[in-house]
């Protein structure tokens, strides 16, 4: 794109009610020597320490606002130096790797621990992109895995292949020879067993950390303290149906409903709901975000 072009572009997306405060063509990276301080001035752009990558995008509020004090909660329960200094997260429903990205770019200084993650989601796009955004931030590192791999309604988890169709799972190897591929598989089967067989690479069977934005299946949601490690934290954040506010998408039944969380994860054993609130997203539709810690192993 010229500059000329993205001139137009600008007034094209104006015109279409669209707050676009900038639009860069490719040359603007090479040729305008303050374009990332610039871009800092009008908060489209930071970096939260000298030696990290410039980042234009945020992550999910919930998990900006809460990771200091996750980190410190983690790192202060860790039972090894090892596991103080590295913690694990996994990110289901992970779209283009956005939150995943800006937490393993975080750095350790002042005494912060470091994140390795593992990004799940159906699509195939999203997990190429989540992977060249790691891999472009020099983050690929610290990225456990990709796994492509699809929930239904009734909780079973499939991983897919690229054309969609489902892995074959090597039965012969799985107790009793369950025809577990044709019919997926339970959340904890799924990541303790399979996904350990299936996939090459370090992919840890549990997380300190497992995050699930704008993403919901909620014959999930109660075997998701099962992939915890005690002391563990789920953010969880998803659109809410609430009387003070209309919005067509999602539609209602994939929204959820006010206190559904809570009420869930309070009437489960061992669980702790530590922060709930409603928020708005940039558009304004209401969000439910919500915080709880696995208190112990179950
Ligand atoms: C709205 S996006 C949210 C992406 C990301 N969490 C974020 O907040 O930017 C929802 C993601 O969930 C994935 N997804 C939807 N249904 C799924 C399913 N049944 N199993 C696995 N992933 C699914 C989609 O491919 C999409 O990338």
Known sequence: MEPSDAKGATQWLFDRGWNCPWVFWEGDFDQNVNLWTDLASLQLAEST???????????????????????RSLKSNAKSSES???????????GSGRDLAWLL???AVDGRPMW??????????????????CEN????????????????VNGLWRLLTRDNSNVQVNNA???????????????????????????SGTIPPKHDLIITIRFLVRSILPHLPSLLNPGGYIIISHFVDHEDYKYDQPRQNHRLG?????????????????????EQIEDGRPVNSIIIRKEYSL
Do not use: Y
């Open 49 to 71: 320490c000298s030696d990290q990558s410039w980042l234009m995008f945020k992550p999910a509020p919930i998990l900006e606002e809460s990771v200091d004090w996750i980190e």
């Open 84 to 94: 103080q200094e590295m913690l694990s997260c996994l990110d289901i429903g992970c």
């Open 105 to 107: 770019s975080r750095k």
């Open 116 to 133: 390795r993650a593992t990004a799940v989601d159906s699509s195939h796009g999203a997990t190429n992109r989540t992977s060249a955004i």
């Open 137 to 152: 931030m020099g983050l690929s590192g610290q990225l456990d895995g990709t796994l492509n791999a699809k929930v239904a």
């Open 173 to 199: 190897s799985k107790k009793g020879g369950k025809p577990t591929a044709a019919t997926g598989e339970s959340t904890l089967e799924f990541f303790s067993e399979t996904v350990q067989q299936q996939i």
């Open 258 to 278: 006010m206190n559904e969380l809570r009420d869930l994860f309070s009437s489960l054993e061992g669980m702790r709901v530590v922060v709930d609130k409603l």
